[in-house]
């Protein structure tokens, strides 16, 4: 079981805290009454993403021996405008900067963590569609 | 189309960056190999599903005159051990502390946050199992 508490500061800044001990700060945008001191919740969904998969993968490249000298991802959503609002589409676009990396490594990589590990893509892509691409840049 | 950006700084610390330009730091436990400097990514599903629902029900009861004096969430999930590895019940506990709160109108606040306007409760929903509670203490 997975804990966290959610906290009303002010108007409509709310302070997550899970069990890790980390707070996250959360506030709505000014056109609908928030303050924009933080992050949007919708936000936290394709960050947090980004953040799972993302360890799965340069941990595998790291068993691998590959030697990364930069990874980013861009993880982007599709939200249609009508309630209930939900993702219904996110693609993850997986950067790779290094030395003599593996493209067969690489791809292993991507797919044992969205098909196996990754437990917040496994989540959203019940609700919607996961795509995925991913760059090698040789050094 | 939302976007974000999560980028790897060391070991398995990651930023999350998104549209509305805050940063979210993500590592993993020290048991799997992090060093523990922010929150899990599975973590953060849960507080955005605070926050979002959060910011629906204070509008609503702002705009029903409600005299809230504090408001928190306590939102748990759980997410079997086996692979792939998801949410597949998650339990949100609002707690509004007020003056002369009216529980019908907390209770019409929540449902048409969780039945309508979160869109992080409409996604994390298609996996898991949502159920909620609520408490007034009365000042």
């Known amino acids: 079981m997975l804990k966290s508490r959610v906290k009303l500061v002010e108007n409509m800044q709310f302070v997550g805290t899970a069990d890790s001990g980390h707070a996250v700060v959360m506030d709505a945008a000014p056109s609908v009454g928030g303050s924009n001191t933080g992050s949007r919740p919708s936000e936290l969904l394709l960050m ?71 437990m917040v893509g496994a989540t959203l892509g019940k609700a919607a569609k996961i795509t995925h691409s991913y760059k090698i840049i040789q050094e």
Request: proline fraction near 3%; hydrophobic fraction near 35%; charge should be positive.
């Open 48 to 118: 947090a993403f980004g953040g799972c998969s993302g360890m799965d993968v340069i941990s595998i490249l790291r068993k691998k021996k590959q030697d990364v000298t930069g990874f980013e991802m861009n993880v982007s959503g599709e939200a249609p405008d009508k309630h209930p609002r939900m993702y219904t589409a996110i693609h993850i676009e997986y950067v790779i900067k290094g030395r003599n990396i593996s493209e067969e490594a690489v791809s292993r990589a991507i797919e044992l963590s969205l098909g196996k590990y990754c």
